[in-house]
C-alpha cells in the first residue's frame, strides 16, 4: 500500500462520504464470476531503486544502458526520485539570489542545513554554503591558505586529481606563487620523505586528496603533524565524500575542500556540480563564498540571514574573496535533500555497500592471469588495475560488451600507461563485475596467445637464419 497517494483513513472517510462500509461493497455490482480474485502476479516486494531497474529494463528490451566503472571525481550513485520531485518545487526552482534574507527564508534554511550536514561530515567546524565546483573549491582552498600564511609556496600531492591540480596552477599562476608537485610512493600515497625534503619556511599549504586519484585512502595525520611543524596549512580535497561515512573525517586538517557531486547530483555529462569548503572557526573570516547563520527576530522567532558574504558588492573590492560561483544552492539542496533522506545509517549502509563491491571486483580482477593491483594502500570505492599490454584495447573491448571499464591513467601519467582506475558503486551489481572479470580473463588470454605465437615465429625464423 506504500505506493498509493490515499492512506487507510482517507479511503474509510471516502467510503463514508459516498455511502458504503468497504471497498468489497463498493465493487459488489460487479458480477463474481468475472471479479478477480487472489493478488496480482507481481514481482516484490522491491526497492525503489529495483522498481526503476525493472521498468528500465521493460522499456528497453531491445537495448540496454552501459554499466559504468568510471569515476575520477564523477561518480554515479542511485538518486531517489524524491530528491528531483523536492528540487523542483517552484519556491527552490525558480529562486535566484537571497539578497533579501526576509524573502528567501527557505533557502537561506536549506543553505543552512548544507552547511551543518558538510561540517558532519568533515569534522571541521564551520562550512560554507557551497561552491562552483571541486577543482575550484581545492583550488580557493590554497587562495585561502596564501591569505592566511602570508607565505607563497605550495606543496601538491601528484596523486591529487590531474584536472584539480590543473586549475590551481591557472588560478596561481599570475600571483608569484611557487607549486611543487610532490611524488606518490608505492603504494599510491603521499611520500612523505619527499614532502619532508620539499617542506620549507616558506610554505603556506600541502594540498593531498583522501581518498586520492588512485583511490588510495591518504594517512592525513602523518601528515597533518610534519605540516605543522613547519607552521604551514593542511588542506584535504576530497572528491567521494560518500567515503566519510567509513572513513574517520580529515578533522586534523585546516581545510577540507571538494566536490559533493556524489549526495543526490548526477553525472549529467559533467555537471552543473558542487564544491565544498570547510575549515576551523578561526580561519572564518578568509572563506570565500557565503555563509549563512541562525538568528533570531525581533520577536523571538528563528530566522536565517547570510552571515558572511565577502563579495565586492559588500565589502572593499581588495578585501573581497569572490570566486567562479558565490554558491551552488540548487545543487547544494540536492545533496542537502539526498543526505537527510538516506540519514546517518543509511549513509553508511550505501558506503559499506560501495567498499564491499569494489573490493569484491577487484578480488575477482586479481584471479585473472598477468593483471595486478599495483597500489597496495587501502582503498574505498577505486582502486587501479594494471594490465600488460595495453589497458586501451582493454576498454575498448569493454565497451563493445556495453561496459565502460574505467579510465585509462595514461592519460595524465605517463609513466601507467597500463594502468586502468576502476571504480565500483551500488548501481553495479554482481552480474556486471563478473562479466567484467571474464572479458579480462578472455583478453589475458588472447594477449597470452598471441605473445607464443610472436614468440614460435620469432623461433623459426632464427632457425632458419641459422
Known sequence: MRYLPNSPSDRAEMLRTIGYGS??????QIPQEIRFQGRLNLPGPLSEQEILDFFREAASQTSREYASFLGAGAYSHF????????????????????????????????????????????????????????????????????????????????????EYREVMTTYVRHQGTEMVNVPYSAAGQLNMGELELALKPETAAVVVQSPNFFGVVEHCRKVAE???????????????????????????ADIVAGEAQSFGVPVAFGGPYLGFLATREKFMRQMP????????????????????????????????????????????????????????????????????????????????PDITIPFQGPYFNEFVVKVPGGAEGLLRILRREKILGGVS????????????LVCVTETVNKATIDHMARVYNDYAKRKKSGNARKATASHALGQENV
Open 23 to 28: 471497498v468489497e461493497e463498493l465493487f459488489s
Open 79 to 162: 538518486r531517489p526520485v524524491a530528491v528531483d520531485a523536492m528540487l523542483s518545487r517552484g519556491e527552490f526552482f525558480t529562486a535566484y539570489t537571497p539578497y533579501q534574507g526576509e524573502l528567501a527564508q527557505g533557502t537561506l534554511q536549506a543553505m543552512f542545513e548544507f552547511q551543518t550536514l558538510m561540517t558532519q561530515l568533515t569534522g571541521m567546524e564551520v562550512s560554507n554554503a557551497s561552491l562552483y565546483d571541486g577543482s575550484t573549491a581545492t583550488t580557493e582552498a590554497v587562495l585561502m591558505a596564501l591569505r592566511l600564511t602570508r607565505r607563497n609556496r605550495v606543496l601538491v600531492a601528484r596523486s591529487l586529481h590531474p
Open 226 to 252: 610534519l605540516v605543522h611543524q613547519k607552521g604551514a596549512l593542511l588542506i584535504v580535497s576530497v572528491t567521494e565524500p560518500l567515503s566519510l561515512a567509513v572513513i574517520n573525517p580529515p578533522s586534523e
Open 289 to 368: 563564498g557565503r555563509l549563512v547563520g541562525q538568528t533570531v527576530d525581533t520577536e523571538g522567532r528563528r530566522g536565517f540571514v547570510l552571515t558572511l558574504a565577502t563579495r565586492e558588492q559588500h565589502i572593499r573590492r581588495e578585501k573581497a574573496t569572490s570566486n567562479i560561483c558565490t554558491n551552488q544552492s540548487l545543487c547544494a539542496l540536492a545533496a542537502t535533500i539526498y543526505l537527510c533522506l538516506l540519514g546517518k545509517e543509511g549513509l553508511k549502509a550505501l558506503a559499506e555497500h560501495n567498499l564491499a563491491k569494489a573490493h569484491y571486483a577487484a578480488h575477482q580482477l586479481l584471479d585473472v
Open 409 to 420: 591513467l595514461g592519460r595524465f601519467y605517463p609513466e601507467l600507461k597500463d594502468h586502468i
